[in-house]
């Protein structure tokens, strides 16, 4: 199984747009500590590849990959659809921007959140004349072939009922808004496991996490009182959806339990990790944990 990271930030990104906080500042002054909005491409079986979260990035991040280029037809393109693991904005905002696929375009996602882009955003209505959007539900548990029926398999594990502000009404309360995606290539027998966004570590999480070779996860905050000192949220990270990284209750010192390799990913432009002299990334040297880098490639 062939993986691309195409983005490790957090909503808003690295810098944000209206930001002048000492991250944003110093991935201004810097170009290199730039990351995009969390996002993964993977392979899902020769010549047909899936973005796992479409970004308001997703333009830059398909022509940063050489991987998701068109050709050799004029209109003709490896990106095959989408994977969304919730329905928040920084993960579903791109889907709009590929309206032009001659083909048309497969939206992987749970039921809550397939409802939430399709008729909260209203990407069903608005998207149809331009492009055939098939809109596919995601399979819980051991999962099923993502694109035809062989090659690798997407499964997603429901992790909480965090549902975006745009869709606090909605009456759906099941835990499938936010899922962990486990990609399976049954070829090699190996495992990822993806969670951009992990508001609480159950035990299913555990048991998948458990039997992954590689986990990508939430890396938004360093620790839980992170965004109330940035002094731009009166919540905690917890309250926010995101276990922090450190602290008892952070996911550390239980990603360094796992057999498997372990990465951060979305992180917010508050965390210390986005500057690379920053002496946390010592800690997560010692724990045997990385950061995703942007435009990084997995194989399993
Ligand atoms: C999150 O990760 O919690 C969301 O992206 C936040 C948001 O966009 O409002
Ligand atoms: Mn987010
Ligand atoms: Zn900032």
Redesign the pocket.
């Known amino acids: 199984m062939l993986l691309k990271v195409l983005g490790t930030a957090a909503g808003?990104g690295?810098?944000?747009w209206n930001?002048?906080?000492p991250?944003?500042t110093g991935a201004r002054a810097h170009p290199e500590r730039r990351r995009r909005h969390a996002s993964l491409a993977v392979r899902a079986r020769a010549g047909r590849w899936y973005v796992v979260n479409a970004t308001p990035d997703i333009g830059d991040q398909i022509e940063g990959a050489t991987e998701l280029h068109p050709g050799p037809g004029a209109r003709q393109t490896p990106v095959a659809g989408v994977v969304l693991t919730d329905a928040e904005l920084d993960h579903t905002l791109g889907i709009a921007r590929l309206r032009e696929a001659h083909d048309g375009v497969d939206v992987l996602a749970t039921a809550p959140v397939l409802d939430a882009v399709r008729e909260g955003l209203r990407l069903d209505a608005v998207l149809g004349p331009y492009t055939p959007v098939r809109w596919r539900e995601l399979p819980a548990g051991a999962g099923r072939p993502l694109d035809g029926d062989s090659g690798v398999t997407v499964g997603a594990v429901p992790l909480s009922d965090k549902k975006p502000r745009y869709a606090a009404d909605s009456p759906d309360s099941e835990a499938s808004w936010s899922v962990a995606l486990r990609l399976h290539d049954p070829g090699t027998g190996r495992t990822l496991l993806y969670a951009p966004a992990l508001a609480v570590w159950s035990e299913a999480f555990d048991e998948a996490a458990r039997e992954a070779d590689c986990v990508i996860v939430d890396g938004t905050f360093w620790d839980d009182e992170e965004p109330l000192r940035s002094g731009f949220s009166t919540r905690t990270a917890t309250a926010m959806g995101h276990l922090p990284v450190s602290g008892p209750g952070g996911t550390a010192h239980r990603l360094a339990r796992l057999p498997g390799r372990c990465l951060y990913t979305h992180l917010n432009?508050?965390n210390p990790l986005g500057d690379p002299h920053a002496e946390q990334h010592k800690h997560l040297a010692e724990w045997g944990i990385e950061v995703a880098a942007e435009r990084m490639v997995i194989e399993l």
Do not use: E, I, R
């Open positions: 808003g690295l810098p944000q930001c002048a906080c991250g944003c432009n508050t």
